[in-house]
Nanobody, 120 residues
Framework: QVQLVESGGGLVQAGGSLRLSCAASGGIFSIIAMGWYRQAPGKQRELVADISSEHSTNYADSVKGRFTISRDNAKKTVYLQMNSLKPEDTAVYYC??????????????WGQGTQVTVSS
């Protein structure tokens, strides 16, 4: 069983930056794919970025060039660096652990979520 704990959310002005962290326990972190989802009020949850055990990454079009996902296997931690934040990035961000079916990222475990609020 994998447990995930996010940190780093908060309030930031538009154009600012935040870095989310997610510490994992249980499982074999180095072989687990990881991803970040977000859910804005009244909207469906969406995949923001994912990263394979080999550090291959994928991003939603809405965050390409602004967000960077990375992982530190020694620390069992995945990060989401968010730059040039926009009000539409406001959401609860969820850390996930999962796997790939072909090229599609599938979630196996969810974190509790952390709020990111971007003011205009």
């Amino acid at each position: 069983q994998v447990q995930l704990v996010e940190s780093g959310g908060g309030l930031v002005q538009a154009g600012g930056s935040l870095r989310l962290s997610c510490a994992a326990s249980g499982g074999i972190f180095s072989i687990i794919a990881m991803g970040w989802y977000r859910q804005a009020p009244g909207k469906q949850r969406e995949l923001v970025a994912d990263i394979s055990s080999e550090h291959s990454t994928n991003y939603a079009d809405s965050v390409k060039g602004r967000f960077t996902i990375s992982r530190d296997n020694a620390k069992k931690t995945v990060y989401l660096q968010m730059n040039s934040l926009k009000p539409e990035d406001t959401a609860v961000y969820y850390c996930t652990a999962g796997y790939y079916t072909g090229s599609y990222y599938q979630v196996g475990h969810w974190g509790q979520g952390t709020q990111v609020t971007v003011s205009s």
